[in-house]
């Protein structure tokens, strides 16, 4: 059997040891600009120095060689062959099945976003938070993230929350907080509410408990260097930090690959993707039916590409194997910089813990446990 794995982020290196486990004689091939993990997570502790650039990359060549993998180092330009030839600038990497968890990408059409920082873009954004922030002697910052109208769940606003609450105590731990003005915006009335019915008042209550200002339920029309420009008014800013709603990758323009309306490839809750045979999706690049809550997060991707690393297996050795279903799920902690909020939400309800300073230490330790397996 062979599988090709397009990717190198959570989903995909959860996939590649799902089929290792599943089909130890098989040969996968994963293909990706480079052999390295980004741990996005931690990001938001490049601005306090709680974690620099090199803490965050994990080299991957000595996982995929104790996994036995082939790893090609390439861009994917297309997917032909129903599935079964991927193709890069340089190679055509062919299959038996394929699994896509090459994440999306952020809809940078709004005017004037070159002005903003997006901070899951990667580590240079995290770091140019950092300079810009020990730079400033005082001013407003303005922190916010929108949506993709066609695809809900298309959006990663837990890690907008998180800079709101690490600037504000980053702040106040330099004793300079009262030189600066933090304002929240977004769209909705009622930010975060895919995290529980209850959230966003929390976390809104949170704010204001932190002297976070908010300007909310007011669309966003655009951005200048100096501003942040909604239906509501502008909001006057000396940095802007902005995190856009997610569609697919570039590439999948160039397939005949089903898509969304919001531009994610289309899959069932099998993580097939719909018309084609022995292809899967998992992460950021898929539109999956089920709550309208579900999150685009790591945790995610993990319970994604274990279905679909799973299923890929099962159907190829056994065309009427019992196929295994996604099990939505949410999980995170919200970090503060000092303290955690622990998020829970499946289908039994949701679970909301106020901050609590051991939930900071948790994520730290999550970190930790997560990459080791990575690391060798």
């Known amino acids: ?52 650039a090199e803490d965050l990359k994990v080299n991957l060549t000595n996982f995929f060689k104790k996994m036995r993998v082939n790893f090609i180092a390439g861009r994917v330009q297309g997917i032909y062959d129903g599935g079964r030839s991927v193709h890069t600038e340089d190679d055509v990497i062919h299959n038996d099945a394929l699994i896509i968890a090459s994440g999306g990408r952020f809809i940078k059409k709004l005017p004037g976003i070159e002005h903003v920082i997006t901070p899951c873009e990667g580590i240079p954004s995290g770091e140019a938070i950092r300079d810009r922030l020990a730079a400033m002697q005082s001013g407003t910052i303005a922190l916010g993230f929108g949506g993709n109208p066609n695809e809900p769940a298309a959006m990663r606003g837990g890690p907008m929350f998180e800079f709101v609450f690490n600037i504000e105590c980053l702040l106040r731990q330099q004793g300079r907080r009262d030189q600066f003005k933090l304002v929240f915006f977004n769209p909705k009335d009622k930010p975060g509410a895919r995290l529980g019915p209850d959230v966003p008042s929390k976390l809104v209550s949170l704010m204001q408990k932190k002297g976070v200002e ?27 930090l902005f995190m856009p709603g997610m569609t697919g990758p570039a590439w999948l323009d160039n397939t005949s690959l089903p898509k969304s309306p ?8 099998h993580t097939q993707v719909e018309g084609f045979e022995h292809v899967y999706v998992a992460g950021d690049a898929g539109s999956f039916p089920g709550p309208d809550w579900q999150p685009k997060q790591a945790h995610a991707a993990d319970i994604q590409a274990k279905v679909a690393a799973t299923n890929a297996v099962r159907l190829l050795t056994d065309e009427s194997a019992h196929l295994e279903v996604i099990r939505h799920e949410l999980v995170c902690i919200v970090d503060t910089l000092s303290h955690g909020i622990f998020i829970k939400r499946n289908e039994k309800g949701s679970r909301f813990l106020p901050p609590l300073r051991i939930m900071h230490y948790a994520k730290r330790f999550f970190e930790k446990q997560y990459l080791r397996q990575y690391r060798g």
Request: no cysteine.
């Open 214 to 240: 908010t300007h909310l339920g007011h669309k966003i029309n655009g951005f200048t260097a100096n501003s942040v420009q909604t239906e509501g008014g502008d909001i006057a800013a000396d940095l802007i």
């Open 1 to 52: 059997m062979r599988f090709t794995v397009i990717g190198a982020g959570f989903a995909a290196l959860t996939a590649v040891k799902t089929l290792r486990k599943l089909a130890k004689d098989a040969e996968i091939t994963v293909v990706a600009p480079q052999a390295e993990l980004v741990y996005l997570p931690s990001i938001i502790w490049l601005p306090a120095g709680l974690r620099t």
């Open 262 to 269: 919001g531009g994610m490839i289309v899959a069932n809750e």
